[in-house]
């Protein structure tokens, strides 16, 4: 594993009537695959990075989140229950969770406001309760809702995750990465307790120029309690 510090990202994520869900006082910080590992990705690498975080004072910092992105699901069972790798997680989602927690840590996931992921792999759209459920049975404490292989609005479909996630009884931060595509700061804050503005950010100064270029006209929006711009 190349140097973890080079590899952990400020998960940054604005403010008008806010998602009340008891989370996000303060931005989420922590570590997410997709930049770096792309599709590449396995117990392994995630239990090392919870070890690594630890080690080197991150978690002490306020790094928490160890985030798992797209790939790490296959398929659906005959109910309609997500399935993960067995090859890349041979131990299942839970006990990676409870690893990173054991940790002192947590546990995000991903998945898609779609038929299918951006990688190709199940999207939730339409198993939005089943997969909630999943969730939080799994303790999971994050999820990262990506806006690929859909045809409505994410205006109708962020939402129904929203709803689904609050029936479990489990506090589960909602990220949504619908890219900014939709404007997300005149709607997102009731949904949402992050929301993306831009595309990908990646590891040069452009990209991040481009970013803050695009950020800047929505400053009256940012930053503040239960609800981040990122």
């Excluded at 067995?86 to 006990?95: C, L, N």
């Excluded at 009731?190 to 991040?208: E, F, H, L, P, Y």
Aim: hydrophobic share 35%; aromatic share 12%.
């Amino acid at each position: 594993m190349k140097n973890p510090l080079l590899l952990l990202s400020l998960l940054f994520s604005v403010y008008v009537h806010a998602l009340d869900n008891g989370l996000a006082l303060t931005p989420q910080m922590g570590f997410n695959t997709w930049n770096h590992f792309g599709c590449g990705i396995n117990e392994a690498l995630i239990r090392q990075t919870a070890d690594t975080m630890v080690k080197t004072g991150l978690a002490e910092a306020g790094y928490t989140f160890v985030n798992l992105d797209d790939c790490w699901q296959t398929s659906r069972d005959a109910t309609g229950r997500i399935i993960a790798d067995p090859k890349a997680f041979p131990s299942g989602i839970p006990a990676l969770a409870s690893y990173v927690h054991g940790k002192g840590l947590k546990f995000g996931l991903y998945s898609d406001a779609g038929n299918h992921t951006c990688g190709g792999r199940p999207g939730s759209l339409g198993y939005e309760k089943i997969d909630a459920q999943t969730y939080a049975e799994w303790q999971v404490d994050y999820l990262k809702y990506d806006n690929c292989n859909a045809n409505t609005s994410p205006e109708s479909r962020y939402p129904v995750m929203r709803d689904a996630l609050n029936s479990t009884g489990r506090r589960i931060f909602f990220s949504m990465c619908e890219w900014g595509v939709d404007n997300p700061a005149t709607w997102a804050p009731k949904v949402g307790n992050s929301w993306r503005t831009t595309a990908d950010i990646w590891d040069n100064w452009n990209s991040m120029l481009n970013n803050i270029a695009l950020n800047s006209i929505l400053n009256e929006a940012a930053g503040q309690p239960y609800m981040w711009r990122k």
